[in-house]
């Protein structure tokens, strides 16, 4: 073996051993939260990375927990509601900024782009105001409402820059043939749109159902908390205790679909992501 081939060598195993650090420093912690998850209240301090038996009373008292149980269905109801809205609006918005010329298109990008990098804490009081002026406090709508001004802005910017590559014969064939725009977005955009629209659609989704500081803030009653917010108000037997078993078993719950939807759509992600990345 020459020095050539060495050097290959030494590269590829170096690269593969990266790779291997990364996915253990990635999926360790979630294994770790199932290990746990899955421990009888008495092992659960005891440093062990195996199981030597299965226990699943952790997740017996989360879902015997009606708190719990209307936190899932709360954060399915409003993750769900931002996905629609934030995808209708982001097509309809797309379609006029990727297709439509106009003075100050540019400028609108930028700043729906300049909106998304607003921290959450620093509109916090004002978004306060306006749930509360229009009556969505313990609402699902301000949850709603909410996510939507967050998860739009990068929703519009993707579908935009997908947009702007798709062949303009298509939409000049549609308007010869009569259509009108909105027909013209359903019949002939929306098809080929599906990767970019999966890619947006379940980023909107993780935001939505992982989003922790306007729940808290916007929400009074167990009857109307998301998943995170019911996560975060699990206790124990006295103030002293920290159930980690519970909350373990609570964290495994609401990270398994997700996980399951990133593997079900991760190509489309990926083509979703790139899309615009490269003019043909």
């Given amino acids: 073996m020459n020095q050539y081939q060495l050097i290959k060598l030494a590269k590829r195993v170096g690269l593969y051993a990266l790779i291997a650090v990364v996915m253990v420093y990635a999926i360790f912690p979630f294994y770790y939260a199932v290990v746990t998850s899955l421990k009888p209240s008495s092992e659960l301090f005891r440093v062990d990375f195996w199981l030597s038996s299965l226990d699943v009373s952790n997740y017996v008292q989360i879902f015997t927990q009606k708190s719990f ?71 699902p709508g301000g949850l709603i409402l909410s996510y939507t001004i967050f998860t739009l802005p990068f929703t519009v910017w993707v579908l935009t820059t997908f947009m702007r590559q798709l062949p303009m014969e298509l939409e000049e064939a549609a308007i010869m043939d009569g259509a009108t725009p909105w027909i013209t977005i359903t ?94």
């Fill in 187 to 280: 019949k002939v955009f929306l098809p080929l749109m599906w990767p970019a629209m999966a890619t947006t659609g379940l980023l909107a989704f993780i935001a939505a159902w992982n989003e922790f500081l306007f729940a808290l803030t916007f929400t009074l009653t167990d009857d109307q908390r998301t998943v995170p917010v019911a996560i975060a108000l699990i206790s124990g037997g006295s103030q002293h205790e920290l159930p980690w078993g519970p909350i373990m078993a609570a964290s495994v719950t609401v990270t398994v679909p997700l996980v399951i939807l990133v593997m079900i759509f991760q190509k489309r992600i990926v083509s979703g992501l790139t899309a615009g990345a490269v003019k043909g």
């Fill in 69 to 139: 149980v209307r936190a899932i269905f709360n954060s399915i109801v409003v993750s769900l509601s931002v996905v629609a809205i934030a995808l209708l609006l982001g097509i309809t918005a797309s379609y006029a900024l990727g297709r439509v010329r106009f003075r100050g298109r540019t400028t609108v990008m930028l700043t729906i782009l300049g909106v998304s990098m607003f921290p959450q804490v620093a509109v916090l009081s004002g978004l306060f105001e306006v749930i509360r002026t229009l009556n969505l406090y313990n609402n």
